[in-house]
């Protein structure tokens, strides 16, 4: 059984920095992607980045770029996204999501597990 586990979320100034976190476990996850989504109160939920867990290779939504990094620890099982230059625009609930394959999605319905979502809350 997958499970996604989120943590690191909080509240931070504009301007501030957060990392998010995602623990997955229940199998082996080198021909996943993870990916990260948001929701903000009253909006659909939206792709961040993913990552492809084998390469390392990544992919950014472009609110994203220049500002947030996705890694990965193979070893750890785990994925994290570094948020900088935070915007109130960023609050929303973030969510670890994974689907098997290698190719880059960003539509929600092509990943199949999903964490329970952390939140993030930029004050302006």
């Known amino acids: 059984q997958v499970q996604l586990v989120e943590s690191g979320g909080g509240l931070v100034q504009t301007g501030g920095s957060l990392r998010v976190s995602c623990a997955a476990s229940?199998?082996?996850?080198?021909?996943?992607?993870l990916g990260w989504f948001r929701q903000a109160p009253g909006k659909e939920r939206e792709f961040v980045g993913a990552?492809?867990?084998?390469?390392?290779?990544?992919s950014y939504a472009d609110s994203a770029k220049g500002r947030f990094t996705i890694s990965r620890d193979n070893a750890k099982n785990m994925v994290h996204l570094q948020m900088n230059s935070l915007k109130p625009e960023d609050t929303a609930v973030y969510y670890c999501?994974?689907?098997?394959?290698?190719?880059?999605?960003?539509?929600?319905?092509?990943?199949?597990?999903w964490g329970q979502g952390t939140q993030v809350t930029v004050s302006s």
């Open positions: 999501a994974a689907r098997r394959g290698v190719i880059f999605l960003t539509n929600s319905y092509n990943y199949d597990y």
């Open positions: 229940g199998r082996a996850f080198s021909d996943y992607t």
């Open positions: 990552i492809i867990m084998t390469s390392g290779w990544t």
